[in-house]
């Protein structure tokens, strides 16, 4: 995941979105006898502690994935990625793409066999829209839903838009049409969570969540791991995997030596050290697979000297991107010349020139903006974060290339991902304070795999992800109309003439495409990795670990 405006949302792609379960004081699920699939030891790479387990609150990468296996919604991604039932058998589209109406499984149930309702998801819904998750992910991905925005500004406690039709039946009115709607319910903020639970054990009640997935929390222990059981009350049946272990290990070394010493089933999900994978590479359980994933250098389009665009286009223009792949990251990603990822629909392979190495022209555009040969450019700092190793090798090449290429220094600062993180939020909320980033180093993930949620939510004027405020009238005439074109044929090729725009003006400077690298041992059967995460084949209760 994605740096957002209140959030890093490192969604790696690699999100599991699957599942559910857990269990809480009062009215917890009994333990389950242990089931005949053996234990899936699966390492949480790159964190000391997971961040969250609450579904509005899904953020890092690492929680987003074991909230998909503890939690699930109306609607799931299958191992196509495509839209399949979950807590909804099936749904009716009406009103031209503007009102959803779900009819809820009758034999829906929490981990502690309570039933699931209408009403629950209603709760769900409400409660995720509150003021007190008003720095949460339903505001981003869910504000469409009619009086959403009323309820996380305090001025209504029910979202008018989700009404309670009976107890197999929900509605979802939407304020305009969207045929995206169903992707962006496959995101936590709007999964299932008990009312009674969270009643029972208001601040602790994460520890043993549970919900209406394939999993449950057996225990949570902070700064070690968090442990999943089988949730015996799944829809789909309960899963045959006995329990999934999972260490938070902060080193992605130390998690490939633990996998080498056979102490895990799965490494890499979220970090895996590049500087190992030539020597894993020709192993039959080394696994590698492009992801929906881009990193790009954000510009604070409202703050001198990159608020002209021709100073932009001139540090895109001296970026030598195959050097920086594949000599400084030595080929672990895929250059990135397009917003769009490949295999996304909408990917337009033609928008890769835009961008392109053109050290003259660099230079040319520098100059007309006023910096011949960088003469007189202000002094900049180039941001960065501590969490990705790579991160501290790809300012210093950038640095030395921008010397070379335009002949402008520029100053590399490294910060606490944490302090990142607030520095990023005060930059969105105040782009031309003194202390708002200048440019940086960020990520975006997609939560869904449709281009609106890398072309609209990132850089239409004033949505809550376009950190460097990057702002064009037909850019966003052309993303306003996309987002309602229910005809797809004729929905990408706008998306794709806004992307044009935006790669033009250097709204982004996108550098790689992630790659995922994981290890997966041969004992482990059902799953699979797509470019959007490590799912299931088929479905949950039919992977297993072997001896």
Not at 173 to 191: E, G, I, N, R
């Amino acid at each position: 995941m994605p740096h957002n405006k209140k959030w890093i949302w490192m969604i790696s792609i690699l999100t599991i979105l699957s599942m559910l379960l857990a269990a809480c004081s009062a009215g917890a699920p009994a333990t389950p006898a242990a089931a005949t699939g053996g234990i899936l030891r699966w390492s949480l790479e790159g964190i000391n502690e997971l961040p969250a387990l609450d579904p509005p609150l899904a953020g890092a990468s690492q929680s987003v994935g074991v909230i998909s296996l503890v939690f699930e919604g109306l609607v799931r991604l299958d191992g196509g990625l495509n839209i399949a039932p979950a807590g909804a058998e099936s749904w009716d589209v009406k009103d031209g793409g503007k009102t959803f109406i779900f009819h809820i499984r009758k034999d829906l149930k929490f981990a502690n066999g309570d039933p699931v309702t209408a009403e629950d998801f209603s709760y769900s819904l409400n409660r995720a829209f509150s003021p007190d998750f008003a720095n949460g992910n339903a505001g981003y991905y869910l504000s469409n839903i009619v009086g959403s925005t009323d309820v996380t500004e305090g001025k209504a406690t029910t979202v008018s838009g989700v009404k309670v039709i009976d107890p197999q039946t929900l509605e979802i009115d939407l304020q305009q049409p969207s045929v995206y709607f169903l992707y962006q319910l496959t995101f936590p903020a709007s999964f299932a969570v008990s009312k009674k639970a969270i009643e029972a054990n208001p601040t602790s009640w994460t520890d043993t969540a549970y919900g209406t997935g394939p999993f449950m929390v057996k225990e949570w222990k902070h700064n070690q791991s968090v442990t999943l059981l089988p949730n015996p009350n799944y829809w789909l049946g309960k899963p045959q995997i006995a329990e999934i272990d999972m260490p938070f290990i902060q080193d992605p070394a130390t998690a490939l030596k633990l996998y080498q010493t056979n102490e895990l089933d799965i490494m890499g999900t979220y970090n895996f050290p590049t500087d190992q994978i030539s020597s894993v590479s020709s192993s039959p359980e080394f696994k590698q697979v492009n992801q929906f994933f881009v990193t790009y250098i954000g510009f604070n389009n409202a703050k001198p000297p990159f608020n002209d665009v021709k100073v932009r286009q001139a540090f895109a223009k001296a970026v030598d991107k195959a050097t920086l792949i594949n000599k400084v990251l030595e080929g672990a990603v895929v250059q990135a010349d397009t917003i769009i990822p490949p295999g996304m629909p909408g990917f337009n392979d033609a928008a890769a020139k835009i961008q392109e190495l053109n050290v003259a022209e660099a230079k040319s555009l520098l100059a007309d903006a006023g910096y011949p040969d960088g003469k007189d450019f202000p002094k900049v700092s180039f941001t960065i974060n501590n969490q990705d190793p790579n991160y501290a090798k790809i300012a210093a090449a950038l640095q030395q290339m921008w010397k070379e290429n335009l002949g402008v220094d520029i100053q590399v600062s490294t910060e606490e991902l944490a302090k990142f993180n607030d520095d990023l939020t005060a930059t969105a909320n105040n782009p031309t304070d003194n202390a708002a980033l200048t440019f940086y180093i960020s990520v975006w993930g997609a939560d869904y795999p449709d281009p609106q949620n890398f072309v609209s939510q990132q850089l239409r004027t004033d949505i809550g992800n376009n950190n460097g405020h990057y702002s064009n009238a037909e850019f966003d005439a052309l993303v306003d109309k996309a987002d309602v074109e229910p005809d797809q044929t004729k929905r990408l090729p706008l998306y794709q003439q806004a992307e044009q725009i935006a790669l033009t003006e250097v709204g982004w400077l996108p550098l790689y495409y992630g790659k995922a690298n994981l290890l997966i041992r041969s004992t482990v059967n059902g799953l699979v990795v797509t470019p959007q995460g490590l799912f299931p084949s088929v479905d949950w209760t039919k992977v297993t670990v072997g001896k």
